[in-house]
Nanobody
């Protein structure tokens, strides 16, 4: 059983930064891709950023230039560096891992951007 555990959420002012972490209970190379999704109140869950096993990155248009996804292979951890945060970035952020046979999700971490 694979577990994904997020951390790093919180309350930040507009223009501020946060870094989210996702610790994976086994090698991240067991995943074809890792990513971050978010879900705001009353809205559907949406893709934020992904990174493939080969290192290719993909971002939602709304976060390009502000967010960066990365990974530490030795720590089996995926990060989401979020800069220039806006109130519309407020959401629960979920870590996601994709394997051939199934997907895995973390429990989510709340990010609130407010003055």
């Amino acid at each position: 059983q694979v577990q994904l555990v997020e951390s790093g959420g919180g309350l930040v002012q507009p223009g501020g930064s946060l870094r989210l972490s996702c610790a994976v209970s086994r090698s991240i190379f067991s995943m074809n891709a890792m990513g971050w999704y978010r879900q705001a109140p009353g809205k559907q869950r949406e893709l934020v950023a992904t990174i493939t096993i080969g290192g290719s990155r993909n971002y939602a248009d709304s976060v390009k230039g502000r967010f960066t996804i990365s990974r530490d292979n030795a720590k089996n951890t995926v990060y989401l560096q979020m800069n220039s945060l806006k109130p519309e970035d407020t959401a629960v952020y979920y870590c996601h891992g994709a394997r051939v046979e199934r997907d895995y999700w973390g429990q989510g971490t709340q990010v609130t951007v407010s003055s």
